[in-house]
């Protein structure tokens, strides 16, 4: 059973940065992996996507050139790197993990339903 712990969220100002961590354990081998967040009254949405290889990699309009995904295959971990913070990234991040396409070393997701293990998600609240 696969399981996902995120960590690194917390209180910065804006124009702050912040790095985020997840952790994998259990069976999460040749996974696609991402990371979505959640504002208080809006939907889930897509942040950042990387394949199992680390070669194919996404980012929302929102996020990108801001924010960097990267992963670890060794250690079982996928970070998230976010620069230049706004107060609308306030929300609570979430990582995800995608095992539809385990053949692929180059494929990953940007949609929500491809992701079947979420982890509990942390807070980040970009705030003065």
């Known amino acids: 059973q696969a399981q996902l712990v995120e960590s690194g969220g917390g209180l910065v100002q804006p124009g702050g940065s912040l790095r985020l961590s997840c952790a994998a354990s259990g069976s999460t081998f040749r996974y696609a992996m991402g990371w979505f967040r959640q504002a208080p009254g809006k939907e889930r949405e897509f942040i950042a996507a990387?394949?199992?290889?680390?070669?194919?990699?996404s980012y929302a309009d929102s996020v990108k050139g801001r924010f960097a995904i990267s992963r670890d295959t060794a250690k079982n971990t996928v970070n998230l790197q976010m620069n230049s913070l706004k107060p609308e990234d306030t929300a609570v991040y979430y990582c995800?993990?995608?095992?539809?396409?385990?053949?692929?070393?180059?494929?990953?997701?940007?949609?929500?339903?491809?992701?079947?293990?979420w982890g509990q998600g942390t807070q980040v609240t970009v705030s003065s």
């Open positions: 995800a993990g995608d095992r539809s396409r385990l053949w692929s070393s180059d494929y990953y997701s940007t949609e929500r339903s491809a992701y079947a293990v």
């Open positions: 990387i394949s199992w290889s680390g070669v194919g990699t």
